[in-house]
């Protein structure tokens, strides 16, 4: 794609209309808008994903520069991110620059994607991710260098930004980090829903400025209500965000955007109320009209299936019955798709009745011809409302689009009660939002009525996100007890919070240790109240004197699947349960009812070739290390920096040369025996050091043993010359921000990288229950004993490391007392000092890029190529 497009023209190119104004001002300002306000059902999603396209691809090199080159296209729901996933790929295959094969089938004359496969053999194209826990089978964070969209929910972005990714290994919390902190654009949309995480998005925009980070990063909110009071928090300068992108007077003036602004809808209470789901079943069914679609917006899982059954005794199955669609947060994503597939196709014959929950508030184009909607906070009422004649279309003001709000009387119970009805939100933005659905009663309540009425929307942040929690959350180590620093009530409401959960059937054993960890197919998400409620009845539902465990959870550090009970589960977690245990239906969802007939079975997922395979991260695992070709050290060092510069080729960091260091001397320490004595039999040659092997590998002499400990202290160990942290002969000197690291700095971040590039040794370095100890009651830590000698390597590119005899003493507190590290800071010491100096973003970044070119080298020796 050259550089030469006008935005009007390649936007025409990606979606086959013309850009309307506001669209064409946020690609081509100076300074991307932080702020977007503008109604639904106008293109915000084309604005962002298409916006920032064209200034990384067809805008010119100035706008390029500044515009980050990864996207972070963020939900606060978790169904419909497929719809925007569908669209961006879309979009990038008109433009030609979508990396990856794809299929498209077509429905209602427009392409939905059937099959996509990101790719990355062209560095000049895009590849579109999706986070939704399990297993990633893109590793989209292997290629920094490359622009990418990634699209997800709040919870998987946000744990992820806030390194406790939920629903993934530990060992790659520190490289998501990193990625979705530098170098990238967050779109946070429809942000009125985000709850807590809004506030957190805030602060994480803040602490990116003022820590400093591995490349421009900006977030972007944007929402048909947004109010810039609501970004108020702790650390953020509401002045820095500019000012807010809305419609003008050029955009009013064009006829689709005025058929969108002024589409008639008028507002009427339902003849119903909540509390009987029969009564409003048979409301919703008389005001429902041959051939077009009503949507029913409910605000609870509970009710909307307790309406959708109601619905059901209803309907025949004959062709004069419209057809029944639910659509929830709590589906498997196959489910999902073919509800979703459901919502989005035409009405046909008598039409179709949707009954979804909030999920279509954000993420979802569809347009119905009347509107249930249950009484929830002005905001989230705005949001559904935009979902009824949508584009204009029943523009009759005689029949135009129909709204019906049903009411919950929370006005009418006791505080207890109240609280229980209005959930997820609070009574007192219910009773607000009554009082103006009262006043605006049989009016038209188009956006232009709604932006008439200027109504300001309080919004209250109940947990915000300081920088010492910050801080404390760069160290992946759990405490003694194997836990870690709650993130939940940062990411979103407490009382939203979920686990992930999938079904194989076990037969009524338990789960192997060798059992594949789940695919994201399998997974569904499940309250964590409702999980805990499940495993409780599981437990009692089992025969007497019989103790039959059928829900599990992985040990990474002991690669078993472990029983859970009730008093175990905790949010953003992956459960393994037993198909017989039931809790799921394929029509319904998530149930949380325990199965009393087969019929009652969850069905598993059929999981493709590849799905689930085990991705052991057990604290001595190695996966890497295991290959289809026997590689030296020194052959597969050179495969890693050869990555490395690859990778640097498309990047600018003052600490490429730390990198390169780092990269040659990373795998020094699988010269200890201790490694060497693992690999497989039938070695090529036994005078060399050997990195990789295929076969079966035997288990480490000692438990917990990382080869990435002893390579980082024998660099420790060595002067900064010596492993080649030198400039013409003198110290290197590098100025970061206010800070101007020495020659010594930099040999303890090549030590810091060289630990870190298995994301297990980090901050600190400290034994393990379970590791074997000296006999002589000598100092040990993950299977390093202190004075074993790490003996003489070839690591290629010239450099042969000298044979030296490993100190631990820097795992103790204070000054060494003892040669070669007497009188010097402890590990700890030196790691907090660089996080401090670094900033925990920027040396997150660094420990990204060396881990991506090694997992790139080892990916190739394994699979031949990425």
Request: with cysteine; glycine share 8%.
């Amino acid at each position: 794609m050259a550089h030469s497009i006008s935005f009007h023209e390649f936007f025409k190119m990606a979606t086959g209309s013309a850009p309307f104004p506001f669209q064409r001002g946020f690609a081509e300002a100076a300074s991307l808008p932080q702020l977007v306000r503008v109604p639904t059902g106008l293109g915000k999603t084309a604005l962002a994903v298409v916006g920032w396209l064209w200034r990384r691809f067809g805008g010119n090199e100035e706008r390029k520069a500044a515009t980050p080159r990864r996207l972070v296209y963020c939900l606060p729901m978790r169904v419909l991110v497929e719809q925007t996933r569908d669209n961006a790929v879309l979009w990038l295959h008109n433009v030609g620059l979508l990396a990856g094969p794809v299929e498209f089938d077509e429905h209602d004359g427009k392409r939905r994607v059937r099959s996509y496969a990101p790719d990355f053999s062209d560095p000049g194209k895009v590849a579109v991710h999706v986070l939704m826990g399990g297993e990633e089978r893109d590793d989209w964070d292997l290629h920094p260098e490359r622009d990418a969209i990634i699209i997800g929910t709040q919870d998987m972005l946000l744990s992820r930004a806030l390194n406790r990714g939920y629903a993934m290994t530990r060992s790659r919390w520190p490289m998501h980090f990193a990625l979705l902190n530098s170098d990238v654009l967050w779109i946070l949309d429809e942000v009125q829903l985000m709850g807590t995480g809004l506030a957190t998005t805030a602060q994480l925009e803040a602490f990116r400025s003022l820590l400093g980070t591995g490349g421009t990063a900006q977030s972007i909110w944007m929402s048909a209500t947004l109010d810039r009071e609501w970004l108020r928090s702790a650390d953020l300068d509401l002045g820095s965000l500019g000012d807010t992108l809305e419609l003008d007077a050029r955009d009013l003036a064009l006829t689709d955007v005025a058929a969108r602004y002024r589409a008639p809808k008028r507002l009427a209470q339902a003849a119903a109320s909540a509390a009987d789901p029969d009564v409003l079943a048979q409301v919703v069914l008389d005001e429902h009209q041959h051939g077009t679609r009503t949507l029913v917006v409910v605000n609870t899982v509970d009710r909307a299936r307790r309406l959708a059954a109601a619905l059901r005794k209803r309907l025949t199955d004959g062709t004069g019955s419209p057809g029944l669609v639910l659509i929830h947060s709590r589906f498997r994503p196959l489910d999902r798709e073919r509800h979703v597939g459901q919502l989005l196709a035409a009405p046909e014959g008598p039409g179709a009745v949707i009954v979804s929950t909030q999920v279509v508030e954000a993420g979802v184009d569809v347009s119905a011809k009347t509107l249930f909607t249950e009484i929830a906070p002005w905001a989230s009422l705005v949001q559904r409302f935009g979902r009824c004649n949508r584009a204009g279309e029943f523009d009759n003001h005689d029949d135009p689009g129909r709204i019906f709000w049903i009411d919950l009387n929370v006005d009418e119970l006791d505080e207890k009660r109240a609280s229980k009805t209005a959930a997820p939100y609070p009574p007192h933005d219910l009773h607000q939002a009554r009082k103006l659905l009262v006043e605006l009663e049989g009016e038209s309540v188009a956006p232009q009525t709604l932006d008439g009425l200027g109504v300001k929307l309080p919004y209250e942040h109940t947990h915000i996100l300081r920088r010492k929690d910050l801080i404390e959350l760069f160290d992946t180590t759990p405490d003694l007890a194997g836990n870690d620093l709650d993130i939940d009530r940062y990411v979103r409401d407490m009382d939203d919070t979920d686990v992930r959960v999938f079904w194989r059937d076990l037969r009524g054993e338990a789960p192997q240790p060798e059992e594949a960890l789940p695919g994201r197919e399998e997974l569904c998400g499940a309250p964590v109240g409702g999980f805990r409620d499940f495993i409780r009845k599981l437990g009692k539902s089992t025969k007497k004197h019989i103790r039959v465990r059928r829900a599990y959870r992985r040990n990474f550090l002991e690669r078993t699947w472990d029983p859970v009970s009730e008093r175990t589960i905790t949010p953003g977690q992956v459960y393994f349960v037993d198909s017989s245990a039931g809790g799921y239906d394929e029509e319904r969802g998530w149930m949380g009812e325990i199965a009393r007939t087969a019929a009652q079975r969850v069905a598993p997922v059929a999981l493709e070739p590849g799905e689930g395979a085990v991705v052991d991260d057990g604290n001595e695992a190695d996966k890497l290390s295991q290959t289809n070709e026997w590689q030296s050290i020194a052959e597969h060092t050179d495969e890693v920096c050869a990555e490395l510069e690859q990778l640097l080729g498309g990047l600018e960091t003052v600490f490429a040369p730390t990198l390169r260091v780092a990269a040659r001397w990373h795998d020094w320490g699988k010269a200890h025996q201790v490694f060497q004595d693992a690999l497989p039999d039938g070695r090529p040659d036994a005078s060399r050091a050997w990195a990789k092997a295929p076969g079966k590998w035997k288990r480490y002499g000692r438990r917990q043993f990382r080869h990435e400990l002893a390579s980082a202290l024998a660099v420790l160990a060595l002067t900064p010359k010596t492993v080649g942290l030198t400039v013409n002969g003198g110290a290197e000197r590098l100025s970061v921000g206010a800070e101007a690291l020495g020659a010594e700095d930099l040999r303890d971040l090549a030590a810091y990288l060289v630990a870190a590039h298995h994301g297990k040794v980090r901050l600190s370095i400290r034994s393990l229950p379970t590791e074997k100890h000296p006999p002589d009651g000598k100092r040990f830590a993950r299977g390093i004993w202190d004075g074993d000698r790490l003996s003489k390597a070839d690591l290629g590119g010239g450099v042969l490391a000298p044979g030296v005899a490993l100190s631990l003493e820097p795992m103790e507190l204070g000054l060494c007392q003892e040669p070669p590290f007497a009188g010097q800071p402890s590990w700890v010491e030196r790691m907090l000092c660089l996080r401090d100096r670094l900033g925990p973003f920027r040396l997150a970044y660094l420990e990204a890029l060396l881990r991506a070119a090694d997992m790139r080298a080892s990916a190739r020796a394994t699979r031949g190529q990425l």
